[in-house]
């Protein structure tokens, strides 16, 4: 049972990461069938980064009334409905409309796995779940290329990974008993019964929550900035050919993806501190190559490789270590608050950057990677000290 649960979850972190590629693949021809500018997909990803931190916040309550095996099982089927509705979508405001429970869904089942993950399961099981991710986010843009090329629709692509995740909807339905009697639900720090959900409010004024959220924010900042805007760089800074500039941006995806495998066979036996602590480091590394003003380009696309093999493992381990840090009991909120804290960072900074190299030129990009860096470093080891003298 042990083993059968382990890979439906590892299925779940796959379906998590199916959807998250499909708006960016299918937009090219989805604005122009629904009549509306391309920077209209500014407001559908915002719809659902709102919906998805709303719902990372609620899930300490939500997980505690009604489990984690039904909370996936639900998010995951509203995300279902919500690809299915954006096949449906002939109007710009039914795209925005559907982008309601699909943010909601998303959030929701995040913050449970993970926490869930956390809880029962090692490092290296977090790091090869994330990995997972990756394979599903990769996975998605070749399906809507498959329906475009096809002239089968953009509808068909989001139909198609509708279907994958009903199918996945029914089976977490089917096996919702499984979740408690492999792993029973989480109990108070002196093994009665749980604590009520924890406030907001509440888990900020926990030692060194702040701390962990600011260096998780820093992180998903800086991330979602290379993603969106390392190949833009490469080509108006650095004059990099605009084909060379996308594959290598491609790179920093596959070098989480990649490293994410790798760091899973090392993540039991370095812990999560070192490989938080070694990650930041080495995308400080990569960006410090980058941002070396060297005629050839070898070093700054080396440093965009580098860059993504060393944020592999910051993600996952920072949320693995999180009942250790701040209990069990804990967890789920503080998780929660984490996803949000996440997607907020990465919802809002890769446009802050945007406007900030319209305004001073596109050579800030490394030294913005590394001010995160800075800061993500900064905030996980003061987080230590204090996690170490409460000990």
């Not at 059968?4 to 693949?25: K, Q, V």
């Not at 984690?68 to 509705?85: D, E």
């Not at 991330?223 to 920093?252: C, D, K, M, N, P």
Request: charged share 10%; aromatic share 12%; hydrophobic share 55%.
């Amino acid at each position: 049972m042990y083993a059968f649960l382990l890979a439906i979850i590892y299925f779940a972190f796959i379906s998590l990461g199916l959807p998250d590629s499909l708006i960016g693949a299918g937009w090219p021809v989805m604005h122009t069938d629904l009549g509306v500018p391309t920077a209209a997909a500014g407001i559908v990803t915002m719809i659902i980064a709102g919906g998805t931190i709303v719902s990372s916040l609620l899930s300490d309550r939500l997980t505690r009334r009604l489990g984690v095996g039904l909370v996936t099982a639900i998010s995951v089927g509203m995300t279902a409905g919500a690809l299915f509705g954006f096949s449906t979508s002939t109007e710009f405001w039914m795209l925005c409309l559907w982008a309601v429970p699909y943010g909601l869904g998303a959030g929701a089942v995040d913050a449970a796995l993970n926490n869930y993950v956390a809880l029962h399961y090692s490092s290296k099981h977090m790091s090869w779940l994330h990995a997972f991710w990756g394979v599903g986010a990769s996975i998605s843009p070749f399906i809507m290329s498959y329906a475009l090329s096809r002239n089968l629709g953009w509808e068909t692509g989001y139909r198609s990974v509708g279907i994958i995740q009903i199918a996945l909807t029914v089976l977490l339905f089917a096996t919702i008993p499984l979740w408690r009697k492999v792993n029973p639900g989480v109990v108070a720090a002196d093994g009665g019964e749980p604590a009520p959900a924890l406030s907001l409010a509440a888990a900020l004024r926990i030692t060194g929550v702040p701390k962990m959220l600011l260096a998780f924010f820093s992180y998903c900042a800086l991330e979602s900035t290379a993603i969106i805007w390392a190949a833009t760089y490469l080509v108006q800074h650095r004059g990099v050919a605009v084909a060379t500039a996308a594959a290598f941006a491609s790179l920093f995806l596959l070098g989480i993806t990649a490293g994410r495998f790798l760091s899973g066979f090392i993540a039991d036996t370095l812990g999560d501190r070192q490989l938080i602590r070694w990650g930041f480091a080495l995308i400080g590394v990569g960006a410090l190559l980058i941002l070396l003003p060297l005629e050839t380009d070898v070093l700054a696309l080396a440093g965009l490789v580098i860059m993504g093999l060393g944020g592999a493992p910051v993600y996952p381990s920072i949320i693995h270590s999180t009942p250790s840090n701040f209990g069990r009991e804990n967890s789920q909120a503080i998780v929660g608050i984490q996803m949000a804290s996440a997607y907020t960072g990465s919802t809002f900074m890769p446009p802050l950057f945007g406007v900030l190299g319209a305004w001073l030129g596109m050579w800030i990009f490394p030294i913005f990677v590394l001010v995160f860096v800075a800061l993500g470093l900064a905030m996980t080891e003061r987080l230590n000290g204090q996690v170490d003298a409460r000990a």
